[in-house]
């Protein structure tokens, strides 16, 4: 499907979509919820009770996931937040864990390691069936969580930086062997939040929540280079009751991309993306779009919702997009 090459400028969209689904009958039962960033979990601990140490060369990768070990014991004993003070923490991949709050200082900066030995290669997502970049596995995310409940990653607007430019080098030259990594990525969980964080650079996707449930993402200001590839900002793939709102975002790529899969992969997997609220959004995305429904979507989108968009010379508004080789989004 071909869109017009529109540039909306200071325009402000308030548009409802009604996707596959009666809208009304389904609002009143979408129950959001919120959660308690600091206050509400039993335990607490600092980076630096792990070793870590924030002089921006010293690898954190260990103290983080020596940190998520440790608190992971409380799961189910109140439940727990790593604070991270301020300071720069380089790192590699880390997991996290249930009933758990990550909590940056507003000073606080992780700088994701460059180094490809620091992200475990996974299996394509089973609604893919491939990596996006690649054929085959894919480079696990900055931040990454599977069969959780009770997430939240916050902050008072610390950052975290992707430090994205190599892998944008090596994915423009053929160079990567696997997909690249995502800044945060959490699989099968519910009552996820993430919120006022500042998010850059990105080595493709900033956010993406896949195979969840009641996600939040609220208070991010996410920023890219608008000339670097997949650099999407938000990207709820095969989630149900997501929403997005109070977010600024600068992206390469469209600021946010609905998702469900790709192909028969996404077909057979037939996990839509439902009950997803966007509102309050600034958007600057010059090649892309504020929404992209797609482009894979092969499991459906449904009843999606967005209200009060601010688009800043983006290429158009909303774009329904089909996948091919030579757009990707
Ligand atoms: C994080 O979880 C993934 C998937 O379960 C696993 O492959 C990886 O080894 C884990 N990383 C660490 C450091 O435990
Ligand atoms: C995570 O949840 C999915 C979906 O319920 C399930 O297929 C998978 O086996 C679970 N993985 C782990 C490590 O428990
Ligand atoms: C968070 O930090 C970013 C980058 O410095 C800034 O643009 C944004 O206004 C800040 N957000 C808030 C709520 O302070
Ligand atoms: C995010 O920051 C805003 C403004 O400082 C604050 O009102 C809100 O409670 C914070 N949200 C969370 C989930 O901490």
């Known amino acids: 499907m071909e869109f017009p090459r529109i540039h909306i400028i200071f325009i402000v969209l308030a548009i409802c979509l009604r996707l596959n689904a009666v809208y009304g009958r389904h609002m009143h039962h979408w129950d959001f919820f919120d959660y308690c960033a600091i206050s509400c979990r039993a335990h607490s601990a600092s980076l630096t009770d792990f070793g870590g140490v924030g002089d921006g060369t010293t690898s954190n990768t260990r103290a983080f996931q020596a940190a998520v070990d440790h608190l992971s014991q409380f799961e189910s004993d109140g439940g727990s937040m790593l604070f991270v003070p301020p300071g720069k923490w380089l790192t590699g991949s ?29 299996q394509p997502l089973p609604s893919y069936g491939r990596g996006r970049d690649t054929e085959g596995g894919r480079y696990i995310s900055l931040i990454f969580g599977t069969n959780l409940t009770d997430v939240v990653i916050t902050g008072n607007n610390g950052t975290i930086d992707g430090q994205g430019e190599p892998w944008w080098d090596k994915f423009h030259k053929g160079e990567l062997l696997y997909t690249r990594p995502y800044l945060i990525e959490i699989m099968h969980s519910e009552n996820i939040q993430i919120s006022n964080l500042t998010l850059v650079n990105s080595p493709s996707w900033h956010v993406h929540p896949v195979y969840c449930s009641n996600v939040i993402v609220q208070g991010l200001t996410i920023l890219a280079p608008v000339t670097v590839p997949n650099t999407d900002g938000i990207n709820p793939d095969s989630c149900t009751n997501t929403r997005i709102e109070d977010c600024y975002i600068v992206s390469g790529d469209d600021c946010i991309a609905v998702k469900s899969g790709w192909d028969e992969y996404g077909i057979a997997f037939g996990m839509p993306t439902k009950q997803l609220v966007i509102r309050r959004l600034t958007c600057i995305s010059p090649f892309s779009a504020v929404i992209a429904l797609g482009s894979e979507m092969s499991g459906g989108i449904q009843d999606v919702r967005a209200e009060d968009i601010l688009a800043i010379n983006s290429e158009s508004g909303f774009g329904s997009r089909q996948r ?6």
């Open 324 to 329: 091919s080789d030579e757009e990707d989004t």
């Open 94 to 122: 880390f997991n996290i864990t249930s009933h758990f709050t990550l909590f940056l200082h507003k000073d606080a900066v992780l700088l994701a390691s460059q180094d490809e030995s620091e992200y475990a290669v996974i």
